[in-house]
């Protein structure tokens, strides 16, 4: 049985006092023994975070990382090496923002991959095709080549302990959801095409769906038996709301 996860991409949110008062409504919630939960602040508030959440059951993930293992001379970035050093455990790895907007590559993204899996970060790749793309009917091949690069690349081994999010683009902060038997499909897909290279890899990796996820849409998308928890944006800035998705994923 696969444990599920939720995770909140807090994206560029927030100030010192706004996270510090999310965090605070964090520690209050109800959170399921059987459900893994962990939130992505910006890189400014990843220690802000880690030590307020210190003891807590809600871990912390950065929402990036430079493609280069070794810390060294490249201004702006942070290595994997220093995110675990500073207490971080997990990093989204192609976030469709990052995909599009800062035109992150496939090949870039393998490479954020390996160094973040080295460090002994938990990776998150995130997949998903556009509304353009899903009305040409190429979803499932535009899913399956982002996950395919790293399977090429690395070795389906690569996702042993790893976790994927399937965010269809056109669900991101529009209000729309894919309907849990959209989704569905797209993650039965993926664990397919990780069960052609090993059947144990694709048992065990977590599959998470994002796109406009809300409490009142979790538990419906959760019930689908290839969707093993939610990655959330807007809604993860609510400590109640967020508090409310993570016990809907539990069992
Ligand atoms: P929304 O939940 O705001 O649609 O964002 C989803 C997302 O991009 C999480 O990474």
Sequence with gaps: MRRPLVAGNWKMHGTRASVAELIEGLTRQAFADDVDVVVFPTLLHLTQAVAAL???????????????????????????????????RYVLIGHSERRSLLAESDALLVRKFAVARDAGLVPVLCVGETLAEREAGQTFAVVKAQVAAVIDALGVDAFVGGVIAYEPVWAIGTGLTATPEQAQAVHAA????????????????????????????????????????????????????????CRAAGN
Excluded at 57 to 77: D, F, I, K, R
Aim: aromatic residues 4%.
């Design 190 to 245: 993926i664990r397919e095409q990780l069960a052609v290279c090993s059947a144990q890899v694709a048992q065990q990796a977590r599959i998470l769906y994002g796109g406009s996820v809300k409490a009142a849409s979790a538990a419906e998308l959760f019930g689908m038996p290839d969707i093993d928890g939610g990655l959330v944006g807007g809604a993860s800035l609510n400590a109640d709301e967020f508090g409310a998705i």
């Design 54 to 88: 210190d003891g807590s059951v809600v871990a912390v993930g950065a929402q990036n990382c430079a493609a280069q293992a070794e810390q060294g001379a490249l201004t702006g970035e942070v290595a994997a090496q220093q995110l675990v050093d500073a207490g971080v």
